[in-house]
């Protein structure tokens, strides 16, 4: 077989040194055809390769031929209309490994595909079919930034589950005694929205503030929420913010702030112990179930 006229990059591999690294499933070298599915972060694909005896790669995609890396050379392939037919020479003995590197020329993802070369003794014409699912640059960022909100979303709700466990500040065990034992906190009533936000409406809102030990302070917002869908809604998370943008540290949502559908019922909302004054006005923010609420012009007493 003649070796592929194009300038191709041949890694001459030391004796002794056969391709490494971790591998698709094992290979049935005794089938004549082989099917390979590609996708982005796929793993080296085994190919079973004989002295004598030709193995055609088909793909659907164009190859960039001149950017072919073959290591060693004890390998010989030649271009075809649809990839290329490799053989090996009798100097590749049985078991030894070559690594073979192709490049797409339709610039989706993935670009390339890595062949791991399995050396037999002996064998029978092979053909193996391989087939790319393409993704496109712009989808894969989108996959990955998605990700990372995803995580994001996932570490704020664990920490308001470890936060949420049981009562840990001031102001969380006065808001729980007070729903039964008479205990009264100064309430300050805060203008709510004049329009419903989505199935979710807010009926009333209110502040109010503690001062705890080494001049730190403790705030609650208090809100009257209707749910007229129809599902239950529960806030995972919720943040404040003031106008410049600036968000506040220990925020989180009371524990049992579920809300079910039809029903309208009270959420607490508890931010700190924090040393800031918690003056100014503020936007609140509550998600959850993709569904979300946002207030603005929360003020503190």
Known sequence: MLKLPLPVLLLLA?????????????VDCGAELQIVELEVGAPPVLVCV????????RFDTPLLLERTVLEGSDVSFSP???????????????GERRKLTVYFADGKEPSSATFILIAQGSGKPRQVNV???????????????????????????LAQCSKRATPTTLLERLLGLGRGRGISLRWRDVKPPSSPRGDLTVRTVS????GVEDGQREAAVRLRVQNSGA??????GAS??????????????????????GFTRSL?????????????????????GGRELTLENIEFP
């Open 240 to 261: 404040l913010a003031t106008s410049d943008g600036q968000v506040l540290e220990g925020v989180r949502v009371l524990s049992d702030a579920s809300l079910p559908a």
């Open 231 to 236: 599902e239950e809604w529960s806030p995972e």
């Open 14 to 26: 030391l004796p002794g040194r056969a391709a490494q690294g971790p591998a698709s499933t094992p």
């Open 207 to 210: 502040t109010t503030r503690v």
């Open 268 to 288: 607490h909302v508890i931010v700190g112990p924090t040393q800031q004054e918690l003056t100014g006005t503020y936007t609140l923010r509550l998600w959850g």
């Open 50 to 57: 004989a002295p004598e005896v030709a193995t055609t790669l």
């Open 80 to 94: 075809t209309p649809t990839g290329m037919s490799l053989e090996a020479t009798r100097d590749l003995a049985a």
């Open 131 to 157: 087939f790319r699912q393409t993704r496109t640059a712009a989808s894969l960022r989108q996959e990955a930034q998605e990700q990372r909100q995803r995580a994001e979303v996932c570490e704020q709700q």
